[in-house]
C-alpha cells in the first residue's frame, strides 16, 4: 500500500488540454463581459428614470452598483488579457517543441549518415574519380595522337558527304505543270431573293 500512495502518477493532462482549458476560461469571461455590460446599461436607464420620478436616493445606490460592476468589469478585462497571453505563450512553446523536436531528428540523421560516410571514404573517392579522370584524358590523348593527317582530311571529306547529303533537295519536273482554269461559281449567277420577288 505505502507504494501506491509514495509513487507518482503521470498526468495525463497534456499541454494541449491545459491550452484549451484556458481558452474556454477566456470565453467564460468575456461572456461575463457581455453580461455585465447588458446590466449598466439597464441599471444606467434605470437611474434616469428614478431620478425623472424624484427618487434620488435610489439612484444615487443604484449608480454605486453601477460603478463597483464596472471595476469588476476592468478586473476581469485584465484577467482576460492574462489568459490571452498565457495562452500564446503555450501555443508558442509547443511550436518551439516541434522545431526542437525536428531538429533533434535532423541531427540524429546526419550524424547516422557520417557514420556511413567517413572523411577518409570521401577522400578516397574523390581519389579514384580524379584517377579515373586522369586516365580517361590518357587514353584521349593517345587516340588523339594517333591520327595522321590524311585521317584528318579524311574526316573532313566524310563529313562533308553527310552534310551534303542532308541538304540535297528534291528533283524539279522537267514537264511544265497544267494550268488551272478558273470555274464560273454557281453561288455568283444566282439571282438575288429580291430581284426574283420583283419581277
Known sequence: MGNLFGRKRRSRVTEQDKAVLLKQQRDKLKQYQKRINLNLERERALARQLLKDGKKEKAML?????????????????????????????????????????????????????????????????GETQDAVEYQRQIDEILAGSLTEEDEDAILEELNAITQEQMELPEVPSEPLPEKIPEASPIKNRPKPELVAAS
Not at 71 to 84: A, G
Not at 85 to 98: A, G, H, L
Open 62 to 126: 443604484l449608480l454605486k452598483k453601477k460603478r463597483y460592476q464596472e471595476q469588476l468589469l476592468d478586473r476581469t478585462e485584465n484577467q482576460i488579457s492574462n489568459l490571452e497571453r498565457m495562452v500564446q505563450d503555450i501555443e508558442f512553446t509547443q511550436i518551439e517543441m516541434k522545431v526542437i523536436e525536428g531538429l533533434k531528428i535532423g541531427n540524429e540523421c546526419l550524424h547516422k549518415m557520417h557514420q556511413v560516410m567517413s572523411i577518409e571514404e570521401v577522400e578516397r573517392i574523390i
